[in-house]
C-alpha cells in the first residue's frame, strides 16, 4: 500500500519570494507521483507528474518539482510566486503497474502568496 | 471548460434524507471516480467504476452507493445522510489506455448535513 504525506499543512509567503511544498511518500513498489492544485471554488487541476526519466519535472504556471527515490520525496518548488498562486496543493501517487489508475492524496497544503 | 460537471454545486440537507449527487462528462472517458475531501485529510476514493457494469469500492464507502447510469453519467447516493457526511465531493474522470490515466476532476459540490 501507498502512503502520502504533506508535511506543512499551510505555508505563507510573500509575493515574489521563492516557495517549496514538501511531499514524502511510501510504498514498496514502483509509483507515478503527481501534484494537483485547488483554486477556491474550482476543482483539482494537474500542475505536474512524473512518471520516469528525468527526475526534474516541469509544469504549468512555472512550478517545478524533483523526484528523489533514495528519499521518497517529490517536493514541489517556484522560484517566484505570484499572488494567483494561493490555493491548494496536493501531492498524490499511484502504483505504476496498477490498472486502477487509484490515486493516493496526501493532506494538502495551504499555499498563502502575501503582497 | 465544462468537460465534469456537478449537480448541485451546494447542498444543505438534515439527518436521515437521502442526497442524490449527480455528474456528468463530455469527456468520452469510460472510467469514473467519486472523492470526499475533508480539512486536513485530502481527498478519500468513495466508489470507481470502469464501464457502466464495473463499480468497485473504494477506501471508504461505508454509508455510499453509486450509480452508473450510462458511461457519462455516475451518480453517488447518500441513503439516509449524517452529519459526519457533510464534506466537499468530487467527481474524476479518466480513460483506460492513456499512459497514466490522468483523472480529471469536477468542480465539487459541498453537502452539508444538519
Known amino acids: 500500500a501507498q502512503s502520502v504525506t504533506q508535511l506543512d499543512s499551510q505555508v505563507p509567503v510573500f509575493e515574489e519570494a521563492p516557495v517549496e511544498l514538501r511531499c514524502n511518500y511510501s510504498s514498496s513498489v514502483s509509483v507515478y507521483l503527481f501534484w494537483y492544485v485547488q483554486y477556491p471554488n474550482q476543482g483539482l487541476q494537474l500542475l505536474l507528474k512524473?512518471?520516469?526519466?528525468?527526475?526534474l519535472v516541469k509544469g504549468i504556471n512555472g512550478f517545478e518539482a524533483e523526484f528523489n527515490k533514495s528519499q521518497t520525496s517529490f517536493h514541489l518548488r517556484k522560484p517566484s510566486v505570484h499572488i494567483s498562486d494561493t490555493a491548494e496543493y496536493f501531492c498524490?501517487?499511484?502504483?505504476?503497474?496498477?490498472?486502477?489508475?487509484?490515486?493516493?492524496f496526501g493532506q494538502g497544503t495551504t499555499l498563502q502568496v502575501k503582497p | 471548460d465544462a468537460d465534469v460537471t456537478q449537480t448541485p454545486r451546494n447542498r444543505i440537507t438534515k439527518t436521515g434524507k437521502r442526497i442524490m449527487l449527480e455528474c456528468s462528462q463530455t469527456?468520452?472517458?469510460?472510467?469514473m471516480y467519486w472523492y470526499r475531501q475533508d480539512p486536513g485529510l485530502g481527498l478519500q476514493l468513495i466508489y470507481y467504476?470502469?464501464?457502466?457494469?464495473?463499480?468497485n469500492k473504494g477506501e471508504i464507502s461505508d454509508g455510499y452507493s453509486v450509480s452508473r447510469q450510462a458511461q457519462a453519467k455516475f451518480s453517488l447516493s447518500l441513503e439516509s445522510a449524517i452529519p459526519n457526511q457533510t464534506a466537499l465531493y468530487f467527481c474524476?474522470?479518466?480513460?483506460?489506455?492513456?499512459?497514466?490515466?490522468?483523472?480529471?476532476f469536477g468542480p465539487g459540490t459541498r453537502l452539508t448535513v444538519l
Open positions: 474524476a474522470t479518466s480513460a483506460t489506455g492513456s499512459s497514466y490515466n490522468e483523472q480529471f
Open positions: 469527456k468520452g472517458h469510460d472510467r
Open positions: 512524473y512518471l520516469s526519466g528525468s527526475t
Open positions: 498524490a501517487v499511484r502504483e505504476s503497474s496498477s490498472n486502477t489508475g487509484k490515486l493516493i
Open positions: 467504476s470502469f464501464d457502466v457494469k464495473d463499480i
